[in-house]
């Protein structure tokens, strides 16, 4: 695991976990993370939108063990050492979660005014507002994700058949998700992130832990890079940027 150089522990106010250990399995072929978009690969595009709002964050790199060499030597080329560290992340995503806040805690990074943001490295896209708008939010609440609502008909599954659902009371959760460190903290106390399979980001995590989540707008082009065409769609608007 990487270790910070002279980077100050009472220093830390905004953590970025680029999380990024996925195989990308539907999309095939090289891992989507090492894929480029425009001039960089996907792996280094949030992080350097978010060091454009926060220039003194610091960034945690997880990264999966069989590319864990090759994300490295790109995160190492994006970002100044003493705002680097990166971690092993797991099988999950919750596990990759798990292993940030451990070594976080282990090195006493995480203060109880600070912000940890975890972002999907699959959204590359994410835009400057979106982020602040998220860890400012956690900042004054607690714990902030952030979203868009639903654009297609929703049907709900039931023991006879299925049922018609009003879209207009339901989001499309998106990342960064952010958590003010008193409450990771006393969360992780209580039960890690990879505690259940129901966890599947940070805001159920933090929910089910007993702390309240608020819900913030996202963009519609922080969009999820799983497949071939939305790679396509992405490559389509960092052009038209």
């Given at each position: 695991?990487?270790?910070l150089?002279?980077?100050?522990s ?12 996925g ?5 095939g ?13 996907i792996l280094?595009?949030?992080i ?6 926060y220039?003194?964050g610091?960034?945690?790199g ?16 994006a ?27 282990e ?5 109880p ?7 999907d490295a ?14 400012t939010?956690a ?17 709900r599954?039931?023991?006879t ?11 499309e959760i998106?990342?960064?998700q ?5 409450i990771?903290l006393?969360?992780?106390?209580k ?38 065409s ?12």
């Amino acid at each position: 695991m990487g270790v910070l150089r002279g980077y100050a522990s009472d220093f830390v106010k905004v953590i970025w976990v680029q999380l990024a250990a996925g195989s990308g399995q539907r999309l095939g072929g090289t891992p989507k993370q090492f894929r480029r978009l425009g001039r960089k690969p996907i792996l280094t595009h949030a992080i350097d939108t978010f060091l454009s709002v926060y220039p003194d964050g610091l960034v945690v790199g997880v990264l999966s063990l069989t590319h864990y060499h090759r994300g490295k030597r790109l995160l190492e080329k994006a970002i100044p050492p003493a705002q680097l560290l990166v971690v092993a992340g797991g099988a999950e995503r919750q596990d990759s979660t798990t292993a940030a806040i451990a070594r976080l805690k282990e090195l006493e990074l995480i203060k109880p005014e600070s912000v940890v943001a975890f972002h999907d490295a699959a959204r590359p896209l994410v835009p400057a507002e979106v982020i602040k708008r998220t860890i400012t939010t956690a900042q004054e609440k607690g714990a902030a994700v952030c979203g868009w609502p639903v654009r297609f008909s929703l049907r709900r599954l039931t023991e006879t058949g299925s049922e018609a659902v009003p879209r207009r009371l339901y989001w499309e959760i998106q990342t960064p998700q952010a958590i003010r460190g008193d409450i990771l903290l006393a969360a992780y106390e209580k039960l890690p992130p990879n505690a259940h399979p129901d966890f599947t980001d940070e805001g159920s995590w933090i929910e089910s832990a007993g702390y309240p989540v608020t819900l913030v707008a996202g963009h519609p082009n922080n969009l999820k890079i799983t497949y071939e065409s939305d790679l396509l769609l992405a490559r389509l608007l960092v052009k038209s940027a």
